[in-house]
């Protein structure tokens, strides 16, 4: 093979892709690999599928591309009312974009230009975790709290206010009230010196995805940020670019919490590996303030096309139909079983943690004092290329300067069975020897 003009991330030479078909990929010698990470957990309906790909030659026959601003379009408008739908009609706006990023972007500024129209330019701060992840883009970066992002863009970057999250591995149990009070209070006395006057919005991924190997909020911890949010005139945007469109087993996790955000960002399976869409869902009042102002002075090129909200369309068609949801909570019952028994035959799995499909699996020294492997062990990298040489992809991270171990993430499409379930956990297990 002749050297690549493409230039990612340092590493080893990577196979070449040759086909796919369900939970299934296969490079150019003939290796096969069970997708345990739905790719970059957007692959949630697996590869190669007929249904989706019938809707998309159906829509490139008719018209693939228009502009947003010069012809209204059928699947965007069906599209957007599915999610609406999806929402039980809690918000009723919707922003297409083409990925997460922009979809966290987007988020970010409606939510500053629904201030700035209603005379509170002072907001001008938001208020996200560490460690959580974004996005990529400036804006969504400026809210990441995960330094080896940031750090080269530490000084140009809008100072976001980033305040610690509840981690019920490190600190306390699962759902502990005292240490959710405690984190609780910590984040009011960080905004209260920031002066709550200046704050735009929350930002939180309801579970936590690759920054943090899945760190669960629980809903006492999200009732306490929706009150702040509430006590101090901000608002809550939750990022569901990874945990929505069905990866927890809800359309969108805030369902199981049953707290409400006043913005959502989507996107990775709503594509679901077929095509780049994404979304932000809007409180009404939020778009309507914004709009009556002169309008949302935001959008991307490829924005809510024919192809992209038909492929989005079919995604949820197939997945209403097939109740896929159900599966979520079926397999992912198996998954958490099997990633516990791992647990407790290696000593060095520290935590076992996540919802329907979306599991994390920290890595530590010891499991008693759950201390970090040191960074330059890269275990993170060797677990991900043992599994990769036994025909398993997962999805990984490094240590966080010690707020959390290596870790990486089991999200497999939401449509797997559960004999690819045991297939998967039997590639795990032996990666791990
Ligand atoms: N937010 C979260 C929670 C994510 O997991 C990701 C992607 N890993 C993003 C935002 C950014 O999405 P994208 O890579 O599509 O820009």
Same mark, same amino acid.
Request: aromatic share 8%; net charge neutral; charged share 15%.
């Given at each position: 093979m002749s050297p690549s003009p493409l230039f990612y991330q340092a590493g080893p030479a990577l196979p070449e892709v040759s086909h796919a078909k369900g939970v299934y990929l296969w490079d150019e010698t003939g290796k096969q690999y069970l997708d345990g990470c739905s790719g970059a957990i957007a692959c949630n309906l697996g590869h190669g599928r007929d249904d989706i790909r019938e809707a998309m030659l159906a829509q490139l026959d008719r018209v693939a591309f228009t502009y947003r601003t010069q012809f209204e379009n059928a699947p965007a408008v069906a599209l957007g009312q599915a999610l609406v739908d999806l929402t039980e009609g809690e918000l009723e706006k919707v922003f297409f974009v083409s990925s997460g990023s922009e979809a966290v972007e987007s988020a970010l500024k409606l939510a500053r230009q629904y201030f700035v129209a209603k005379g %509170?330019?002072? &907001? &001008?701060h938001f208020v996200s975790l560490r460690p959580s992840y974004h996005g990529s883009t400036l804006g969504a970066l400026g809210v990441t709290g995960y330094e080896p992002l940031e750090a080269p863009f530490a000084d140009i970057v809008n100072a976001s206010l980033k305040v610690p999250g509840p981690d019920f591995y490190r600190h306390a149990g699962a759902g502990d009230a005292h240490h959710v009070e405690h984190v609780l209070s910590d984040t009011r006395a960080a905004i209260e010196t920031a002066g709550p006057e200046t704050i735009i919005a929350f930002v939180l991924e309801p579970v936590g995805g690759a920054s943090t190997g899945a760190r669960m909020l629980d809903r006492h911890y999200l009732d306490g940020i929706r009150a702040l949010c509430d006590e101090f005139g901000c608002l809550l945007i939750l990022d %569901?670019?990874? @945990?929505?469109?069905?990866? @927890?087993? !809800?359309?969108? !996790?805030y369902q199981h919490y049953g707290v409400m955000p006043d913005l959502l960002a989507t996107a990775k399976?709503?594509? +679901?590996?077929y095509y780049p869409v994404g979304a932000v869902l809007s409180r009404a009042d939020i778009v309507d303030t914004v709009m009556a102002s002169g309008g949302f002075q935001h959008g991307h @090129?490829? +924005?809510?096309n024919p192809l992209a909200c038909a492929t989005g369309l079919a995604v949820i068609e197939v997945m209403q139909r097939e109740n896929v949801l159900d599966n979520v909570a079926a397999r992912g019952h198996e998954l958490k079983d099997g990633l516990q028994a791992l647990k407790a035959r290696f000593p060095w799995v520290g935590d076992v943690r996540g919802l329907g499909l979306l599991w994390g699996v920290e890595l530590v020294t010891d499991a008693t004092t759950k201390i970090p492997f040191p !960074? %330059?062990?890269n275990r993170f990298a060797r677990i991900t290329a043992l599994a990769k040489e036994e025909g398993l992809l997962i999805y990984p991270r490094r240590t966080l300067n010690g707020v959390a171990g290596d870790h990486f993430l089991v999200t497999?499409?939401?449509?797997?069975r559960a004999d690819d379930i045991a297939e998967l956990l039997a590639r795990l297990e032996r990666a791990m020897y």
């Open positions: %509170e330019p002072q &907001r &001008r %569901e670019v990874l @945990t929505g469109i069905g990866r @927890t087993g !809800a359309w969108f !996790a399976g709503l594509g +679901a590996g @090129t490829y +924005a809510g !960074a %330059e062990q497999p499409p939401l449509t797997i």
